[in-house]
Nanobody, 115 residues
Framework: QVRLVESGGGLVQPGGSLRLSCVSSGNNFSQYYMAWYRQAPGKERELVADINGFDNINYADFVKGRFTISRDNAKKTVYLQMNSLKYEDTAVYYC?????????WGQGTQVTVSP
């Protein structure tokens, strides 16, 4: 069983920044696909950004140029740097890992963009 623990969410004003962290348990972290998803109230969960074991990165169009995903394999941690936050970025942000065909999710961290 893999455990993912997110942190770094909070309340921020429009235009502000936050950095989310997701710490993973288990071995061979560097080999695994990691992703950030988000789910706003009344909406489906959607992919924000992902990074695989070769450091190939993809971003959803709605965050390109504002968010950056990165990983520190020594710390078994994936980050999501979020800049220029907008009201519509308000959501619960989840970390996901895929290992040997199995999906693992964190518990989520709330990000609220409000004056």
């Amino acid at each position: 069983q893999v455990r993912l623990v997110e942190s770094g969410g909070g309340l921020v004003q429009p235009g502000g920044s936050l950095r989310l962290s997701c710490v993973s348990s288990g071995n061979n972290f560097s080999q695994y696909y990691m992703a950030w998803y988000r789910q706003a109230p009344g909406k489906e969960r959607e992919l924000v950004a992902d990074i695989n074991g070769f450091d190939n990165i993809n971003y959803a169009d709605f965050v390109k140029g504002r968010f950056t995903i990165s990983r520190d394999n020594a710390k078994k941690t994936v980050y999501l740097q979020m800049n220029s936050l907008k009201y519509e970025d308000t959501a619960v942000y989840y970390c996901k890992s895929v290992r040997r065909g199995f999906q693992f999710w964190g518990q989520g961290t709330q990000v609220t963009v409000s004056p």
